[in-house]
């Protein structure tokens, strides 16, 4: 199943409000920032989200789900904070790393709260 048709499936909807900046990545300054709030099946969901000056279109439901579907399979891939960190690129002495780690892991836990049964099926079984 693509990501389109998920989001079809799923009648995920989206409303993005640019914002100032991001709060999991305050010391990105070259980006436009959004605050995205995904609705499902009476479910909600906020997702924070930056994009380069060089994407000038607001994001949509199917970039804000890709990217999501990325940082939930890197950490659900990793064994633990060390390897993600061995994954990511992140020094495991890191508190950036540790900050990041900590924001992908609630990311993830909010992503499977929002799709519940469906979470495993938008983890493995979604592309483009």
Avoid at 93 to 100: F, H, I, P
Avoid at 104 to 127: H, I, M, P
Wanted: net charge negative; hydrophobic share 30%.
């Amino acid at each position: 199943m693509d990501f389109d048709q998920f989001i079809k499936a799923k009648n995920v909807r989206i409303k993005v409000d640019r914002i100032s900046e991001n709060p999991n990545v305050p010391d990105w300054r070259d980006a436009t920032h959004y605050k995205c709030v995904l609705k499902n099946a009476g479910r909600q969901m906020t997702v924070y989200f930056s994009q380069g000056y060089g994407i000038t279109e607001d994001p949509t439901a199917k970039s804000v789900l890709y990217c999501l579907q990325d940082d939930c399979c890197g950490y659900q891939n990793s064994d633990d904070f060390e390897g993600w960190c061995g994954d990511h690129g992140f020094d495991a002495d890191s508190r950036k790393g540790e900050r990041l780690y900590k924001i992908t892991k609630k990311q993830a836990e909010a992503c499977e709260r929002f799709f519940g049964d469906s979470y495993e099926n938008f983890l493995w079984n979604v592309s483009e």
